[in-house]
């Protein structure tokens, strides 16, 4: 088992900035990808960002590449989720998730083994 706890959501004013943790506890050894994942009020959760843990850059959506920023911290179990730039659009809630096995896709939500309880981002125009 993996638990993740989220944090750092809130409300901000278009194009101010937000930064995201995710705090990963229990079997933390097993986990191959961290991801973040949004969902807005009567929409489907969507991918936004995710890195490999054992290194390399990240992998954004087109919808926040350039201004998002996914980073993790091994030493604490700890991911990051950078925003800049926001938009009214970007208001959802958020949630980080973990990959356990190897060979899923990093883009598909259902290939994610672990879930956080979410943090609500709110970003007003």
């Known amino acids: 088992q993996v638990q993740l706890v989220e944090s750092g959501g809130g409300l901000v004013q278009g194009g101010g900035s937000l930064r995201l943790s995710c705090a990963a506890s229990g079997r933390t050894f097993s986990i191959y990808t961290m991801g973040w994942f949004r969902q807005a009020p009567g929409k489907e959760r969507e991918f936004v960002a995710a890195?490999?843990?054992?290194?390399?850059?990240?992998y954004y959506a087109d919808s926040v590449k350039g201004r998002f920023t996914i980073s993790r911290d091994n030493a604490k179990n700890t991911v990051y989720l950078q925003m800049n730039s926001l938009k009214p659009e970007d208001t959802a809630n958020y949630y980080c998730a973990t990959q356990n096995r190897p060979g899923g896709s990093r883009w598909y939500r259902h290939d994610y083994d672990y879930w956080g309880q979410g943090t609500q981002v709110t970003v007003s125009s």
């Open positions: 890195i490999n843990w054992s290194g390399g850059s990240g």
